[in-house]
């Protein structure tokens, strides 16, 4: 995975600015209600897809409340609860969302590339009692995924990649708590919805299709890196040098 390095000023000015936001949207706003028994309010998110909170929240967890609700007797209160807490949707609420995502999601061949960029080696220089640092720059090759054929530097690898779908049901354990059972069918999850009535809010992955491995994207290019042309490398004794004074 990417390593990423936080500033803690910019990080407590996004964190600030984000409640901002949530005031000014209304995210920490709660709508009037005058329903006296348990009850639970239909949500919808950006995508269509929609479920059930206890909650009284105009937004909620990335959702917009609607009029409609169900009322609840103390043990649904519970499961709804349960659901909100394993991001749990109902599959009858959302079927043509899923239908959407499942014609949307057609299986396809993605083809190995490599690209070149500069690795930075630090290298210190002290003197009295001012610092200098310096860098060489070093060409390394990585290797990402893509789907575009006609991609530069392919090296003729290629994978075949499909969409994986899950579905559960929820059942009490001998304790009389509430546990997940994953549906074994995984391609057409609305035909089990009637054993296996739920998904979660990420439901499908991509696999490859010769090890049945989530496809991994961890060495994908980030604009991290500095990118640098094939023929750049050419002169690969020459190093790039920068030179930084440091105050110590």
Not at 211 to 221: G, Q
């Amino acid at each position: 995975m990417r390593n990423l390095r936080v500033n803690l000023k910019k990080l407590f000015a996004i964190g600030g600015a984000a409640v901002v936001l949530m005031t000014m949207t209304g995210c920490a706003k709660k709508a009037e209600c005058h329903i006296p028994t348990y009850h639970a309010h239909k949500y919808v998110n950006s995508d269509g897809y929609t479920r059930y909170f206890d909650s009284e929240y105009v937004n909620y967890k990335g959702y917009d409340r609607l009029e409609d609700y169900i009322e609840l007797t103390k043990e649904d209160k519970d499961l709804v609860k349960y659901m909100e807490n394993n991001n749990l949707l109902r599959i009858d609420n959302n079927e043509e969302q899923i239908r959407n995502a499942q014609e949307k999601n057609q299986p396809y061949t993605e083809y190995r590339y490599a690209y070149t960029y500069l690795v930075p080696i630090p290298h210190f220089i002290h003197t009295g009692k001012s610092t200098s640092i310096y860098f060489t720059f070093i060409p390394a090759t990585h290797y990402s995924w893509t789907a575009d054929a006609n991609h530069s530097r392919l090296t003729g690898e290629t994978r075949e990649c499909y969409y994986d779908y899950t579905s559960y049901k929820i059942q009490k354990n001998e304790n009389g708590k509430y546990t997940l059972v994953e549906c074994p069918e995984h391609q057409d999850i609305i035909s089990t919805k009637d054993e296996y009535p739920y998904i979660k809010e990420n439901y499908y992955r991509v696999l490859n299709r010769d090890t049945n491995e989530v496809v991994d994207y961890e060495d994908m290019e980030t604009d991290e890196k500095e990118h640098i042309q094939e023929e750049e490398t050419a002169e690969k004794g020459t190093a790039k040098r920068r030179v930084l004074n440091l105050l110590t």
